[in-house]
């Protein structure tokens, strides 16, 4: 009962670390305390570190894919150089 | 879950604690497939508020922030009470399951209630993408592509909350005819893993579709 209480307690005040986070514009800050937020969810209400070494297995593995999709599947947009093009430089039509 | 004794030999499972670790083991092994499904959403976000990271502002912007943190909110809390409802079931507890378990039910219908609440408010507003977008200049394109992916990710996420008050009003009927005990309560415990869960992944959707570039 104590561990719930303290869970949800965490999780109230890191809501409101976000919000202000949120406020004072720090989208790094805004991604930390979220990830923050999912840890204390995972420990303390699932409980992870006491299932079964196969769950753990599991859940390792859930998230080594995710990395996975995550890293490559944005590789391409944030390594990509964009060169703008102005209107002037562009072909006009071609007179037939 | 149970102690190790053994189960009769025409069970698949060795011993009864054998059994209920399966069991936990298979829901995780089905939460890891829907953190890729999610994931695919997430990418989606990760890319376009990179690439078009204005109209994407713009968009988080429009979105209801006191509903969004209420939501939050009453899902954390939700979260919290169905918690309980696992801890009274390994003490084969069952009045304290329902009691827990509808307590959990209720805050995920009212999540849902403001979520349907702040949807309405967005279809009047011409929030849904398409020839009516009310979000006009330079990066409605953007905006557009914000609101596709919020109004995909909340349905897909509300449609995961429904079938978590689905799962979690059969454990309350079943713990009415207290069929849970201490030797034996995986279900309310494999449903409380589904229900944080969806949880987990509102603690991810909730900073990118209200805060980040909010600001």
Not at chain 1, 23 to 35: D, K, M, N, P, T
Not at chain 1, 43 to 50: D, K, N, P, S
Request: hydrophobic share 55%.
């Amino acid at each position: 009962m104590a561990r719930i209480a303290v869970c949800w307690g965490m999780l109230v005040l890191l809501l409101a670390a976000e919000l202000a986070a949120a406020r004072l514009g720090s989208g790094i800050g805004v991604g930390v305390l979220a990830v923050l937020m999912v840890l204390v969810i995972v420990l303390g209400f699932m409980q992870i570190l006491r299932a079964p070494p196969l769950a753990i297995i599991f859940a390792l593995g859930g998230l080594f894919w995710l990395t996975i999709l995550l890293a490559l599947g944005s590789l391409d947009s944030f390594t990509r150089t964009t060169v703008p093009v102005h209107a002037a430089a562009l072909p006009g039509p071609t007179a037939e | 879950m149970s102690d190790g004794s053994a189960l009769d030999h025409h069970s698949p499972y060795e011993t009864p604690l054998h059994r209920d670790e399966t069991a936990v083991a298979g829901m995780w092994l089905f939460l890891a497939s829907e953190a890729l499904l999610f994931g695919g959403l997430f990418l989606v976000c990760l890319i376009y508020s990179h690439t078009r990271a204005g109209g994407w502002a713009e968009g988080v912007r429009h979105t209801n922030l006191s509903i969004g943190a209420a939501n939050t909110l009453i899902l954390i809390t939700s979260s919290a009470v169905y918690t309980m409802a696992v801890e009274a079931g390994k003490r084969g507890d069952n009045r304290r399951v329902v009691r827990a378990g509808l307590g959990a039910a209720v805050l995920g219908l009212t999540f849902l209630a403001l979520k349907g609440v702040e949807w309405g408010q967005e279809f009047r507003e011409n929030l849904f993408p398409g020839p009516h977008f009310a979000l006009h200049g330079p990066d409605t394109g953007g905006a557009q592509l914000f609101y596709s992916f919020y109004f995909l990710a909340t349905f897909l996420h509300g449609m995961h909350m429904v079938v978590g008050i689905g799962l979690i009003l059969w454990i309350c009927r079943k713990a009415r005819h207290r069929a849970f005990s201490a030797a034996w309560n995986t279900p309310v415990d494999i449903v409380g893993l589904y229900w944080s869960f969806v949880d987990l992944v509102w603690m991810l959707l909730f900073p990118l579709l209200y805060l980040i570039g909010r600001a």
